[in-house]
């Protein structure tokens, strides 16, 4: 998902109408046999993330893309109250680790201690663009890891990205050495209206092209689609995989395995690529998943790859890192994965699999129409073994809807073993990407005597 906002959508954020009632019913959501779905908290704004911490309260990430004002909200015995607020947007993660509350907002990592003070841990990171940096995870050995999105979607900036016009040398960063092919394309000169036409390379700026064959882009540490590793007080940070598009959330699994959920391709801008899955990755310390020319394990080159109206892809690089790893899931392009977490209680189902929150697409990019059902919208279940995904929360009609599921951004394990769902908020069907305030819920599934 592009949470990407510039300075007028700022302005029309901060003047939303104050209060819309979301009609909620859980009867519309279908689960199955032996589960029930029930409403745990509403009247949230955009909530993104959750953690529990260990006397049980709910954290919860406000991600701000309703009101411009990201919070921190607590939910406990005593009521829900704001933790702390006035974060950059978006916030895309919290976690919890010992009383301390890590942060992810759009180029920080902020830390509130347990006396309520907060720290700017990390700050600079290259989050101008599409995707921002993502959720904190927290590793035995008292490393932080988490993942920095791309500043475009396939490689080159284009007429989809709207922060160009603030950060009009922005562009994607290698995180080692590359060598680009002679890949140029040609847009409207939206920068210098007296030229009529930009020509733009892969990793360059807006209207910079590639010059020559060949070219060579040095890697940098804090490199677009990478996952970012330090020590737990932000120092010694280091760049540990990269050649993921939107690493959203990562996880540690009861074997100390690392889980990345990385959200595909689109259908957009001056390199669309159709049909680009989502996936599920296992970690692997110096890896190169495949973006911007590799998506499920396989180069863009091939037919399915190819929009309905556009140009067949092209590699952009003339050789890769290294061999990318498969995924161990895919899910259909348009699924939008975001948040996880690992079942680890038999009485709820199989122990070890995944569920995670499909936040679905708003608008399908080639036609300009809109799309619903099929994918996304839903919570899907991954057999972390075999890699089998199948439906595990959906509305009946199969559709997003404000009084069942509509934007589900993560799924969280309770201390009660109930899952809880965060569900953004009520969309406008009018202008993709932007929420109502106060519609956002939490849903808790539990399992059911029969």
Not at 124 to 140: M, Q
Request: a negative charge; proline letters at 7%; glycine letters at 10%.
């Amino acid at each position: 998902m592009n949470f990407a906002t510039n300075n007028y959508l700022q302005k029309f954020y901060a003047q939303q109408v104050p209060y819309i009632q979301r009609k909620l019913d859980p009867n519309r959501i279908s689960v199955p046999i032996g589960y029930q779905i029930e409403i745990f908290a509403q009247g949230l704004n955009a909530p993104i993330g959750m953690v529990f911490t260990e006397k049980g309260d709910m954290l919860i990430a406000d991600s701000g893309l309703a009101t411009m004002n990201p919070q921190v909200i607590r939910i406990s015995n005593e009521g829900m109250e704001v933790v702390a607020e006035g974060f950059n947007v978006p916030l895309t993660g919290i976690n919890y680790k010992n009383g301390y509350i890590y942060v992810s907002h759009k180029g920080v990592v902020t830390v509130i201690n347990p006396n309520g003070t907060r720290q700017d841990i990390i700050k600079g990171l290259p989050s101008f663009g599409d995707f921002s940096n993502n959720r904190v995870e927290v590793s035995n050995n008292e490393k932080i890891y988490f993942g920095q999105g791309t500043a475009t979607n396939s490689g080159v900036v284009g007429l989809d990205n709207n922060w160009i016009f603030d950060h009009p040398y922005f562009h994607d960063y290698p995180g080692s050495y590359i060598i680009l092919n002679q890949a140029n394309f040609e847009t409207k000169n939206v920068m210098i209206p007296a030229m009529e036409s930009a020509i733009t390379g892969s990793f360059s700026p807006f209207g910079v092209p590639n010059i020559q064959q060949y070219e060579v882009r040095r890697g940098t540490r804090l490199a677009s689609g990478s996952v970012l590793r330090a020590n737990l007080d932000g120092s010694n940070i280091e760049l540990v995989a990269w050649g993921l598009r939107n690493p959203f959330c990562m996880k540690f699994d009861n074997s100390d395995r690392l889980i990345i959920s990385n959200q595909g391709m689109d259908t957009r801008g001056s390199r669309p690529i159709a049909n680009a899955l989502d996936e599920l990755f296992l970690f692997k310390t110096g890896a190169w998943y495949g973006w911007p020319d590799y998506s499920g394990g396989e180069p863009v080159t091939m037919p399915r790859f190819t929009p309905i109206r556009g140009r067949k892809p092209e590699l952009l690089l003339e050789t890769i890192p290294s061999a990318p790893p498969a995924p161990t899931a895919v899910f259909p392009t348009g699924s939008t994965i975001m948040g996880f977490d690992f079942n680890e209680t038999p009485d709820f189902g199989p122990i070890g699999d995944i569920y995670i929150a499909c936040f679905g697409r708003v608008q399908y990019e080639e036609s300009n129409e809109y799309i619903h059902s099929g994918v996304g919208h839903r919570i899907m279940r991954v057999n972390i073994v075999s890699g089998e995904i199948s439906t595990f929360a959906i509305n009946k009609s199969g559709f997003p809807e404000e009084s069942g599921l509509s934007r589900p951004t993560d799924v969280v394990f309770g201390p009660d073993g109930a899952m809880y769902i965060s569900d953004m908020a009520i969309a406008d069907i009018e202008r993709p990407n932007m929420y109502l305030s106060n519609t956002g819920v939490i849903w808790r599934i539990r399992k059911i005597a029969l």
